[in-house]
């Protein structure tokens, strides 16, 4: 089975990231970038898929020209070739533009039985990009998957949120997004990484992958920030004295800041 | 500079290192629990054969990039490195001075990890004084009938080849003209005899080896002509000496990583402690050893690979980073001050694994009457 | 005066906590209207609760279809089409942010997630846990809004 994993750079969740003040664009630059961790159980997931029942795997991804050590780590842990989306005029979408172009790009590969995902970007947690690509690609969804049976031409997962669990099942060809829970994804093996270096990876222009150029990036974006604000530096924070009511207090204090 | 390709083989160890080793180490070493499943791993990974090339591997790497993998491994846990140092340069030696017999019976097992392979120069009465060796391998028919002692043999059972320096001749003069490398591996008259209890290295066994009437078969010989085993167990020992430096590296940086962010977190007096002078001066002091160590390595490894006289240099790194990898331990536990001290804390392990690399592989002392023998015959130092 | 669409949550007969905010929050842009999609028959006990905490207008879709989610987002969406709302206001929840991202696609509407406050001209998000305070706008005439709890203060009836 032929499977496209979407796949993102973003900044190493540990470092400090910082939103441009002109813009309010997350400043890729200042930060060490690292393919989403999410996203190596997507690229697990696939490979498993595509080592029980044949088949390649293409790993779609859309970002500046950095991105390109994340998609190597894909090719390194197996992954076959690579459609690198880089084109500059792309800087700034919003996330109803991300997945019509990733959109676009999966509809021009052929045979996609299969397309995997990360639930949510650690950056952007919109949440919601691969149903978005799925619902322009008219394909089911089957989202927050904590494991995948393929039976046939049939795909089942288990679902699982906070609400609960859920099956789910459709018929190839669907997309699926993955959870935390899916998988342990393997290290790349050093035979991996050198591999890595001879998987084709292509990078089509806009044009070239079908985007209109006015409706790409920034400019054309469907929201627009309009004003960006640090945090101000934290304060002494409030001392509370524990008389035996301390879990009360704390109470009063969480629900006040309405986080119960 | 590595290429992207061992940049990205280097990190990759790096993030197992920090998200397999760190979090299960010190309970681990304390128990002295054989790593099972880390070395498992690290097979999967590649890491036993980064010395071997196609047709018997898939993914050698340069020296450089070894010498770094190495280092990561033992920044985690020295034992690490200790599981898979011996079996590279057995590797090495197959590779330079195997028959294509040997090679193939070998190395591709080898480069899995199917066969892990170790090192046996060092007997018990005999120390660094490896032409006095005393274990003898008899011609008898078309077989060689082996007997003596080895001791400090780190991986001793679960290797199944061992390289093992014995004398072919005892008569031969000069002394080193009598003595043969012979592949031997685990069978009758062969005894493992005990597990030494060290001061630190834990997790994995070193052994002392018993040879009673052991029989190898004719042609075990490494290269398949007897009395060259001195001078290939000297080249050998560059890429020896270049992993214990390497070894000795990943500790010193473990123990500074550790202090630099302990001096951060600790206050005394009103301040993080790295303000205090003291404080910081270990901190400066030891960085900067640990940065020309590694220069030092770095540079043998590529005069090694570039196929230039390294005796001298993996010598001095191996001198230089084992020195120092015990000073920045040590300058380690001053900076914890009493947690130093504590088993709660990886501070200690490393005080404890650092002393090996001053003693092992070549005693320091060793070392030095290697690299003075060799400033004389080249004349100095190079100009520039 | 506007209209905004808010799509209610609900289980066993019970409308969310989070509805009952949404409707509130509502108020800065338009008159809050409340969409149900239920199985048939479930629906008749969520009205008053929902005109109880400010719902204006109620559109009830009953359907037993199993399609996962996509109910939700085809009635959003015919409705998007024909009542021509100031916005649509989802909680967020898993569900609650593909059914958002579904319908702001299909509908080429701006997708503002995670917002903690809305006002008149803008919204607000919290980023990166609270370092950034983030104010945005969409560029399309109905957005999809989707609200973190907290945003607004729960009211009782119209104002």
Same mark, same amino acid.
């Given at each position: 089975m032929n499977i496209v994993v979407l796949v993102k750079q973003v900044p190493d969740t540990y470092s400090e990231r910082t939103l441009r003040a002109?813009?309010?664009?997350?400043?890729?630059?200042a930060t060490d970038p690292?393919?989403?961790?999410?996203n190596e159980r997507a690229v697990e997931a696939a490979l498993q898929l595509t080592e029980a029942h044949g088949g390649e795997v293409t790993v779609v991804c859309m970002g500046p020209a950095s991105a390109a050590d994340s998609i190597r780590k894909a090719l390194s842990m197996g992954a076959d070739r690579a459609v690198h989306?880089?084109?500059?005029? *792309? %800087?700034?979408?919003?996330a109803v533009q991300t997945a019509r172009a990733l959109a676009q790009v999966i509809g021009g590969l052929?045979?996609?039985?299969l397309v995997l995902a990360g639930n949510?970007?650690?950056?952007?947690?919109?949440?919601a990009v691969p149903a978005m690509v799925a619902d322009v690609l008219d394909l089911p969804a089957l989202t927050h998957a904590r494991q995948i049976t393929v039976d046939g031409t049939t795909v089942t997962v288990r679902r699982e949120t906070d609400r609960g669990a859920v099956g789910l099942t459709a018929e190839l060809p669907a997309l699926i997004s993955v959870s935390e829970k899916i998988n342990e994804p393997r290290y790349p093996s050093f035979k991996g990484i050198m591999a890595a270096k001879k998987k084709p990876v292509t990078q089509p222009s806009i044009a070239a992958a079908g985007i209109a150029a006015a409706e790409?990036? *920034? %400019?054309?974006?469907l929201t627009t920030v309009t004003s960006v604000v640090p945090r101000p530096p934290k304060s002494a924070g409030q001392k509370l004295t524990d008389d035996g009511d301390g879990g009360a207090q704390i109470a009063v204090y969480l629900a006040a800041q309405k986080l119960i | 500079m590595l290429s992207t390709e061992e940049q990205a083989v280097v990190g990759t160890v790096a993030d197992w290192v920090d998200r397999e080793v760190r979090p299960v180490v010190r309970d681990m070493e304390h128990a002295n629990t054989y790593p099972d499943k880390l070395i498992e791993q690290m097979k999967e990974m590649g890491i036993y054969g980064l010395a071997i090339p196609e047709p018997w591997g898939e993914a050698p790497v340069s020296m450089p990039c070894y010498a770094l993998v190495t280092a990561e491994l033992s920044r985690g846990w020295m034992s690490l490195a200790g599981a898979m140092g011996g079996h590279t340069v057995v590797a090495k030696l197959l590779l330079a001075f195997g028959t294509r017999e040997q090679q193939d019976r070998y190395l591709p097992k080898m480069a899995t990890g199917e066969i892990r392979a170790t090192m046996a120069l060092t007997e018990p009465g005999g120390?660094?004084?490896?032409?006095?060796?005393?274990?003898r391998a008899r011609r008898d028919g078309d077989s060689y009938v082996v007997s003596g002692a080895k001791t400090w043999i780190t991986n001793a059972r679960r290797s199944r080849l061992i390289a093992l320096l014995c004398?072919?001749?005892?008569?031969?003069?000069?002394?080193?003209?009598g003595v043969s490398i012979l592949l031997v591996e685990h069978g009758?008259?062969?005894?493992?005899?005990k597990d030494l209890p060290k001061l630190?290295?834990?997790?994995v066994e070193s052994c002392e080896l018993m040879f009673e009437d052991y029989r190898a078969p004719g042609d075990a010989v490494l290269g398949g002509v007897e009395g060259r085993g001195f001078a290939q167990m000297m080249k050998g020992l560059e890429t020896g000496r270049i992993q214990v430096a390497s070894r000795a590296l990943g500790v010193a940086r473990a123990a500074f990583d550790d202090a630099l962010a302990y001096a951060q977190q600790r206050e005394s007096f009103g301040k993080a402690?790295?303000?205090h002078q003291s404080v910081g001066n270990y901190l400066a002091d030891s960085a900067t050893k640990i940065t020309a160590a590694r220069q030092l390595i770095l540079y043998a490894a590529e005069r090694f690979d570039a196929g230039q006289r390294c005796d001298m240099e993996a010598g001095m790194a191996k001198l230089f980073a084992s020195e120092i990898a015990m000073q920045v331990a040590l300058d380690a536990v001053r900076v914890h001050g009493g947690y130093g001290y504590s088993?709660?804390?990886d501070v200690e392990r490393y005080f404890r694994d650092a002393p090996l690399m001053i003693v092992g592989e070549g005693t320091n002392e060793i070392q030095r009457n290697v690299i003075a023998a060799q400033l004389v015959k080249r004349g100095g130092l190079d100009r520039g | 005066m506007a209209e905004v669409l808010i799509l209610v949550d609900h289980l066993d007969g019970q409308v969310k906590k989070s509805t009952y905010e949404l409707l509130a929050a509502a108020r800065p842009l338009g008159e809050p209207s409340a969409v149900v999609v239920a199985?048939?028959?479930?629906?008749?006990?969520l009205a008053d609760a929902l005109t109880q905490h400010g719902a204006e207008k109620i559109y009830l879709a009953e359907t037993d279809r199993t399609d996962f989610l996509t109910p939700e987002v085809d009635v959003l969406a015919a409705l998007v089409e024909s009542?021509?709302?100031a916005a649509v206001l989802i909680a967020v929840s898993a569900d609650g942010q593909e059914i958002a991202g579904r319908l702001a696609v299909r509908t080429g509407s701006g997708l503002l997630s995670e917002v903690v406050e809305i006002g008149p001209e803008s919204v607000t998000h919290s980023a990166f846990g609270g370092a950034y305070r983030v104010e945005a706008v969409a560029n399309t005439p109905h957005p999809v809004i989707t609200v973190r709890s907290g945003a607004a203060e729960i009211g009782s009836g119209r104002s």
């Open positions: 002109a813009d309010g664009i997350l400043d890729r630059a690292v393919l989403d961790e999410i989306l880089s084109d500059d005029a *792309l %800087a700034g979408s919003c052929d045979h996609v039985d949510g970007a650690s950056d952007g947690r919109v949440s790409a990036g *920034l %400019a054309s974006a | 120390g660094s004084d490896l032409q006095a060796i005393t274990t004398k072919t001749d005892p008569d031969a003069r000069p002394r080193y003209k009758p008259g062969l005894t493992v005899s630190g290295y834990k997790g402690i790295w303000k088993t709660e804390y | 199985p048939p028959g479930t629906a008749g006990k009542a021509s709302p």
